[in-house]
């Protein structure tokens, strides 16, 4: 057997297209942690599984991208409409390039940004946390997190926000670019494989700690004098919720200690996510989403299709995520819908035409009498399932997933679904009730009350804490699950108030502009007045106000109750 690391085995055939097929209903990724220098060359090695197996050590390597001051990072990043506290330490920022694995275990490489305080101060050298951070959905293959501040990369946003929460006071950070962006070789991504993402993640990890421990042992240049204090951190928003997830459930159940983590807005319910779109629920970004994931189940599982014909209409059928075009690029080339994911009624399909309206505002925006993503013969069969099949958390008869599913599609979103994780390290979730991307009482609230339900065990000892950043319509949930979340002394600080005042101050600025610009447009009915108001917080709600939110939230979560006081071992 051939198996790839820096910390990963994945078992390949060995014909000479290097193809594997799948017979278990998932990729098999064992993880091997190793104690070998960043060589030049392959590295031959035993990893103790079976006398045939050996390791193909792939080059790991790195290279110096940027660094900022503390002056740099106060003035120049423009996020002084964040929480973002003054930065207490310089950050140097370095790209490591490492192997991984693809969806069907399929050897390939990718990069991550490994942003590293610097200065004088305590906080900013020796012993430091480590954040590993998971990034959400993007369509863009240049996309790339250690281009902080550099407003010609779609990264430009949320690294720039990690970058000034995150290692500007003091945390290493580690933020793969996820295989298929960037300079990995592989040709797709894996979008929301549980295991593959994890796997992902735990390379990069385990790559950046071989780094930094090189750049010590060697005196490097590079060193700039801190070193992994054994505290680790994982956190992510959006895809890169679910991703973070999957990956404090990889490292526990290979016993690696995590000591807190974070996931934010994800789609941990992804199943019953999924059936809710199917059934007319379309979610903003939906067009973006659905190759992403498809392509990725196909080629974890092999069977969601036969050729991308049978999911994609013929105008969209060849478009290959992700592009070096931006997405409105590709809407403008007609290689992507704005929004219209399916056919709109009548489709002449009783199954389909029988389902009721979607009582969200926005979802109407998901179908249209032409031009649309999925073929609606393929969208038929999928509700037929769901029909047949229900998932408990839509029929709204239970929290877990359909016992079980026909359609290959739904097997496959099964298999990456969340539910039924129970995090034993301390947890944050966080997120806001009217996200129109990644519906937060679908996905958060089903993970809340699994969670709930495994705190009344014996022994359970949870510590949870969710978070609803939108207090609106009376929202705004804060819940501790477990006795030791409810004694947490973060929950009785004032921090989830400002967390939630930021927000609502936030949102209340950004309907206010929407108004003012409709005005100086000369829009003066008030009919008028309130969709454009609307339609500003729909489109900066997922990835502007929640995110910004659930980053102050993440970090004040991190910082009052772990970094200082919890011993990693």
């Known amino acids: 057997m051939i198996k790839s690391t820096t910390g990963t085995n994945a078992k390949l055939s060995t014909d000479a297209s290097h193809s594997m097929s799948i017979t278990n209903h998932k990729p098999t990724m064992s993880r091997c942690l190793l104690s070998v220098a960043i060589a030049s060359s392959l590295l031959l090695v035993g990893c103790g599984d079976d006398d045939n197996d050996i390791i193909v050590r792939n080059d790991t390597s790195v290279e110096s991208i940027n660094s900022f001051n503390t002056a740099q990072i106060d003035g120049q990043f423009g996020l002084n409409g964040t929480a973002t506290p003054a930065a207490k330490c310089d950050i140097k920022i370095e790209k490591v390039s490492y192997p991984t694995v693809g969806a069907a275990g399929e050897r390939t490489n990718a990069t991550a940004a490994l942003m590293l305080p610097s200065g004088d101060g305590a906080d900013c050298q020796g012993d430091r946390p480590i954040l590993l951070y998971a990034h959400g959905t993007t369509t863009d293959k240049d996309y790339d997190f250690t281009q902080v501040a550099n407003i010609q990369n779609p990264a430009v946003g949320e690294s720039t926000l990690i970058a000034a929460n995150f290692a500007a006071q003091g945390y290493i950070v580690v933020a793969p670019n996820y295989a298929g962006y960037d300079d990995s070789e592989l040709d797709y991504h894996p979008y929301l494989v549980a295991e593959q993402q994890a796997t992902d993640m735990a390379d990069a990890l385990d790559s950046a700690r071989e780094i930094i421990a090189r750049q010590k042992r060697a005196n490097d240049s590079d060193y700039v004098n801190v070193d992994d204090s054994g505290k680790l951190f994982i956190s992510g928003y959006s895809q890169g919720g679910h991703v973070a997830m999957a990956t404090a459930r990889l490292l526990e159940q290979n016993n690696e200690p995590v000591t807190a983590i974070s996931p934010s807005s994800g789609p941990y319910a992804l199943a019953a996510f999924g059936d809710a779109i199917f059934a007319g629920n379309v979610n903003i970004g939906a067009t973006r989403f659905a190759p992403l994931l498809a392509t990725g189940l196909q080629k974890a599982y092999g069977n969601v299709y036969n050729n991308t014909t049978d999911i994609f209409t013929a105008n969209y059928a060849n478009t290959q995520l992700p592009s070096l075009l931006s997405f409105s690029q590709l809407v403008a080339a007609n290689k992507l819908p704005d929004n219209a994911l399916f056919e709109a009624k009548p489709t002449n399909n009783p199954v389909l035409d029988q389902l009721p309206d979607s009582d969200l505002p926005f979802a109407f925006l998901g179908f249209a009498d032409d031009n ?198």
């Open 372 to 569: 649309y993503l999925i073929k609606t013969d393929f969208r038929a069969a999928y509700v037929t399932d769901a029909l047949q099949n229900p998932d408990s958390l839509v029929a709204k008869t239970g929290v877990l997933p359909a016992a079980n599913p026909q359609n290959n599609l739904r097997k496959a979103l099964k298999d990456n679904d969340l539910r039924g994780y129970i995090p034993k390290m301390p947890t944050l979730l966080c997120g806001g009730n009217q996200d129109p991307t990644v519906y937060y009482d679908l996905n958060t609230g089903s993970m809340m009350a699994i969670l709930q339900q495994a705190s009344a065990a014996p022994n359970a000892n949870l510590n949870v804490t969710v978070l609803d950043v939108d207090v609106r319509n009376n929202r705004g949930q804060v819940k501790a699950i477990g006795s030791s979340a409810m004694s947490n002394p973060w929950m009785s600080t004032n921090t989830l108030d400002n967390v939630q005042d930021r927000f609502s101050t936030t949102l209340t600025a950004v309907q206010n502009k929407a108004i003012a610009d409709a005005r100086a447009a000369g829009v003066t009915d008030p009919t008028a007045l309130a969709q454009a108001a609307g339609a500003a917080i729909l489109s900066s709600y997922h990835g502007g106000l929640v995110s910004s939110a659930c980053t102050q939230a993440t970090r004040e979560f991190f910082e009052q109750n772990f970094n200082s006081s919890v011993n990693p071992t």
